[in-house]
């Protein structure tokens, strides 16, 4: 589906952040591993949060879905799986890394495969390090790429562990660990990619009743004596997608102010307001809620947001309408998403007129004369919201495949629409 965007004025809206993806799929898994039954309130439901809770489900766990709820009952740390199994994660990548390591707590092999262009994605970090603690991993195509094989069990250990492609690779291993019958210890030699989901898997874990002492994001020790419990848990709402609302009033002008954010979350994506405010933008917290406000005309910024990937075009779309240049730094990782992000902004802002510079870490968005367009987002949820943004700043943008947002807001069209900046 096509969705056709015209310039929006000034506007004054208000807005609820829907549920944290990120959270929903750890806290899914946290469940599934616990002692116990598990209540999730308010699970974003998503196309990818939909495969984590599938893929659980074809290991055995009790998943059952209610209005705004999910009741999960707990395996205690061993899972029922029958029989070997394939899970096609399709396009979730967090899916996929996540449950890799969680593969070595099942009775037998686990495949985990997904579209093309997850074939692409490395996982090879990943796969390298989960022999240390019991696994042993067969790549059946692709070295270092999916689909592979996951076997084994785990016993726990010391792992050193790259995650300076993606700390999901940590966060795997992290999630898992708890149920390993010695303690596991993660060491990672390099700073990590995004290390801020660390922060909201160390957050989860702990939450369910697992016990992890760190040094920085340097060395995680898990405690194998504390084990997940199941308990009622609510789902805290989402910076990564309250970013396109707060954008909104940075390209149009006016006010938005959106409710459901937790003000002292861990969620790295909390740092674009930083960004917006570094811009001219006005920001007020409330006790649950965030006000943005143009003050004026927007000004570049320089910019590192390593931990807040999932801003980042965000971050470039709003840039594009600066008086001044703008430097994204700290986002070369971004080449491994579901798209080549770096690149593939770089080259649809360039479409619309814009001039933009790339090297491997960052981009550099200088002013320029905007105009309408059609942009393919390439199956990429945050590309297709990003420039249906921009879209509503300059008019005239077409995002084709509109569709591809529901892997993380199934509702995000629906919204604008019913606010009325969406004709």
Known sequence: ???????????????????????????????????????????????????????????????????????????????PDRKPTTLD???????????????????????????????????????????????????LENPGFPPLEVS????????????????????????????????????????????????????????????????????????PTDRYNGR??????????????????AVCGGKVMVKNLAPESVQGDRRFLDALRAMGCRVTYGKDAVTVEQAGELRGITMDMASSPDTVQTLAVVAALAKSPTTITGISHLKFKESDRINGTAERLRALGGDVSVDDDSLTIRPALLHGGIIEPANDHRTAMSFGVLGLGIGGITITNSECVNKSFPGFWGILKDSGVLG
């Open 232 to 249: 009622r848990y609510t789902i805290e709402g989402d910076y990564s997608s309250a970013s396109y609302f707060f954008a909104i009033a």
């Open 152 to 223: 084994g069990k785990l016993n726990g250990g010391t792992v050193v562990i790259d995650g300076s492609m993606s700390s999901q690779f940590i966060s795997s291993i992290l999630m898992a660990a708890p149920c390993a019958p010695s303690g596991v210890e993660v060491v990672i030699p390099a700073p990590p990619a995004s290390a801020s989901y660390l922060d909201i898997t160390l957050d989860v874990m702990q939450a369910f009743g697992a016990k992890v002492t760190r040094n920085g994001y340097e060395r995680f020790k898990v405690s």
């Open 89 to 139: 994660l399709d396009n979730s990548g967090t899916s996929l890394r996540l449950l890799a390591s969680l593969a070595l707590l099942a009775r037998h092999p686990v495949i985990l495969t997904g579209s093309k262009r997850m074939q692409e994605r490395p996982i090879g970090p990943l796969a390298d390090a989960l022999p240390a603690i019991g696994g042993t991993v067969t790549f």
């Open 1 to 79: 589906m096509d969705i056709m965007l015209k310039k929006a004025g000034a506007v004054s809206l208000t807005f609820t952040a829907p549920p944290s993806k990120s959270y929903t799929h750890r806290a899914l898994i946290a469940g599934a591993l616990a002692k116990g039954k598990t209540t999730l309130f308010r699970p974003l439901e998503s196309e990818d949060t939909k495969l984590t809770a599938l893929a659980l489900r074809a290991l055995g766990v009790s998943i059952e879905e209610q209005t705004g709820r999910t009741i999960i009952t707990g395996c205690d740390g061993n899972l």
